[in-house]
C-alpha cells in the first residue's frame, strides 16, 4: 500500500489550457503585460541610475534606447500596455465602487467612457508637456 | 491579537499601479522608447541630460519618477505572483516574498538614486 502522502501528491494536469479557448489566449495576453510593464519600470530604473553617475553615462542609456532592439521592444511593450489599459477601463465597472449620481447608479458604458477620456487627456497633456521642453 | 491579513496592502499597490499604467502608460513607453530615439514627432534632444536631471531635481520631478518605477513594479510583480498559478505552479510564501520584495527593492533604489542626484 503506498504511503498517504503519495496518494494526495496528484495534481491534475493543465497544460496548455489557455491555448484551447481563444477567450482564455487573451486573458494571457493580458496577463503577460505584467512582464513588459515589469522591464520598462527596469529600463526607466536603468536610465535614473545612469542619470546619477553624470552626462555621459545617461547619453549612453539614450543611445542603448535608439537600437533597433530597443527600438524593437518598446513597440510590442506599447502594444502590451495599451492592452492593459484597454482590459483595465472594460472591467472598471465591475473593480470600482458603484457610483451614485443624483441618486442614480452610474452607467456601466459611462464609467468605462470616462477612464477612456482621463486617459486619452492625460496621455496628451504628457505628450505636450514633453514636447514643450524641445530646444 | 488578531493577524491583520497584508492583501489589502498589496491589492491596492496592484490597482494603484494598474490605474497609473492604464492612464499614461501606452504614451510613457511610446515618448520613451520610440517617439524621442527616433526622433519622430517628438525631437532626439527632448529626453537630453540637463532636463532630465532638472526633472530629478525637482521635488514634483522626483516624485513623479519614484511613483512610476515603483508602481509599475508592484503593479507588475503582483501579477506575476498571481499569474504563477495558471501555470499550475504551488505558490509558497518564498514566492510571495521574492515577487513583492523585488518591487520593493525597486523602489528602495528608485528613491536612494532620487536622494543621490539630490536637490
Known amino acids: ?135 | 491579537m488578531i493577524r491583520r491579513s497584508n492583501k489589502p496592502v498589496f491589492w491596492s499597490l496592484f490597482g494603484a499601479g494598474g490605474m497609473v499604467s492604464a492612464l499614461i502608460g501606452p504614451m510613457l513607453v511610446f515618448v520613451t522608447g520610440i517617439a524621442v530615439p527616433l526622433g519622430f514627432l517628438l525631437p532626439h534632444d527632448a529626453l537630453r541630460y540637463e532636463r532630465m536631471l532638472a526633472l530629478a531635481h525637482n521635488p514634483a520631478g522626483k516624485l513623479a519618477l519614484a511613483v512610476v518605477i515603483s508602481l509599475f513594479l508592484f503593479h507588475g510583480c503582483h501579477r506575476f505572483y498571481h499569474c504563477l498559478h495558471d501555470f499550475g505552479i504551488h505558490v509558497t510564501a518564498g514566492m510571495k516574498a521574492a515577487c513583492h520584495g523585488f518591487a520593493a527593492a525597486g523602489t528602495a533604489l528608485a528613491v536612494y538614486l532620487l536622494l543621490v542626484i539630490g536637490f
Not at chain 1, 92 to 115: E, Y
Open chain 1, 1 to 135: 500500500m503506498p504511503a498517504p502522502n503519495l496518494l494526495n501528491r496528484y495534481t491534475r494536469p493543465m497544460e496548455g489550457w489557455w491555448r484551447r479557448n481563444p477567450f482564455y489566449l487573451w486573458y494571457m495576453l493580458r496577463e503577460a503585460s505584467c512582464v513588459f510593464i515589469i522591464a520598462y519600470a527596469l529600463v526607466l530604473l536603468c536610465g535614473l541610475y545612469r542619470l546619477s553617475q553624470g552626462e555621459a553615462a545617461f547619453n549612453g542609456w539614450l543611445a542603448a534606447l535608439a537600437t533597433p532592439r530597443s527600438i524593437a521592444f518598446h513597440g510590442i511593450t506599447a502594444m502590451m500596455v495599451l492592452y492593459h489599459a484597454w482590459t483595465w477601463f472594460k472591467v472598471m465597472p465591475k473593480t470600482l465602487p458603484f457610483i451614485h449620481i443624483g441618486g442614480k447608479r452610474m452607467p456601466d458604458a459611462a464609467i468605462v467612457t470616462s477612464g477612456l477620456a482621463a486617459a486619452v487627456v492625460l496621455s496628451a497633456l504628457l505628450f505636450v508637456l514633453v514636447w514643450s521642453g524641445r530646444s
